[in-house]
């Protein structure tokens, strides 16, 4: 296969799935080039482990490729990444069984697909450089953020975040409250006049 | 739409992994409706370290794309790259695995290969056995009120995890969901309807319906099983309609007075079976539910889920 073919910004993403619906593998390669960068570079972001990132990325466009019809006209990067995540809730549960029947050293293996924390490093630049909100979501601790992460920004279910990040739903539960709470708490800290808290 | 576009530095240490946590999330958010932003993050991406990643993952889901095309007449397997040679040497040898007789002989599978098979056998053979040799003249009313529910049955044991070991798998193929339980459910029908009318001819007849009576209310019924399995599941659609036929003849049938079995459900199955109005019948619901399940035929994706 020769170099990537230039994202022909024309072609709406919608067009583009409606040619995949209809078995086009050349709006199959240029939706490819358009979406799997970003999705990569997101699921690289919940996932350390590379192996899995590209088994989920390979996974989501093959289910693509076989269910475009099933979209229904909603933006087709939130329509991919909604594959994408529960791809990765699926296979982080397969990890997560192979892992309990594995002995004790090859633990740490499984403990590579927690989404990655921010470094120190750049939680300082956050509080330097951006607005109020990001240092408002970096005062508050790493378990709240992403279970915020999990259920907010990537819209998965109380369910399936408890599977991806390994712990109760209870306690997805609770942790999404109190970091609902701290969140409030930490805005008002940045800026002292009132704002709207996060929904 | 806002017009608001994602800052090149974003993009950049986005794709490289750096960009902070509160800024990737809005800029994630910002990706899944900007096309315009996706592609050129996509391209930083592909610029950086995951290059390599993201060509080996293309190539596999091309080369799968092109081997399978949705809706095409040859799609039916979803190995990610099979070398042209090889499918070559595949066509040469028409039953060699992977070949097109033998994927469908593959695709028809749990249906005629479980314990369905031999249960119809047992039930064709049994009854021609009964009447002929165990002194049980009647035995064509039960044949015939037990005929269309083995096709729905035949149904329910070839489509889903619980029937199927390979079922992961089959899932994960472009060819599942729809095509893959009507390709099972073909190969049901051309096993089970022959061998029960067969049976039901070699039959001493009495005042019963006619040995093929049954052929449309098993095709409606398993039509109807299909239609409802993209709604309720295969299991529970299967349940529901072959339950609901043994109901509807068996039940009054075992209810009423008298110990006249046989002559009872030869009157119930001929007012089901008997004439133009009733066979009409049967075939009005055998085609309405074919046109269900050609509108409704999304339903059927997700099948596999349920």
Known sequence: MGGHRETDEGDSDAALLRAVAGGDSAAMAALYDRHAGWLHARLTRRCADPEVVREVLQDTFVTVWRSADSHRGEDAGGWLWTIAARRLVDAWRVQQRTARLRTAPMEEAGDDCRPAAPSAEDRVLAGLEYGDVGTALDRISPELREV???????????????????????????????????????????????????? | MTGWHAPDHFVTRYADGSLPESDAWSLEKHLECCGTCAARVSRAVRGAAAGVVLAEVREAVLGNAREAVPGAPHAAKAAPRAPAAARKAHRARPWAPGSRPARILWAAGPAVRGAWLPAVLLVAVGAVALAHAGGLPDARPWLLALAP????????????????PLHEIAAATPSAGLRLVLTRTAAVLAVSLPLLTLAGALLPSSDAPGAAAWLLPGLALTLASLALAGHVGVRTATAVTGGG?????????????????????????SSFLDGAPAQGGWAAAAVLCAAVLATRRPAHHFLEMR
């Open chain 2, 245 to 269: 036929w043994l109901c509807a003849v068996l039940g009054p049938v075992l209810a009423a007075p008298g110990g006249r079995l046989t002559a009872h459900l030869s009157e119930r199955l």
């Open chain 1, 148 to 199: 915020l992460r999990a259920t907010v920004v990537d819209g998965l279910t109380t369910r399936e975040t408890a599977w991806l990040l390994g712990i109760p739903e209870g306690t997805v539960k609770s942790r999404a409250m109190r970091a609902r709470a701290e969140l409030r708490a930490a805005l008002a800290q940045v800026s002292p006049s009132p704002m709207g808290g996060p929904a």
């Open chain 2, 149 to 164: 529910v083995l096709p729905v049955a035949g149904v329910a044991l070839s489509y889903g995890p619980h029937a199927d």
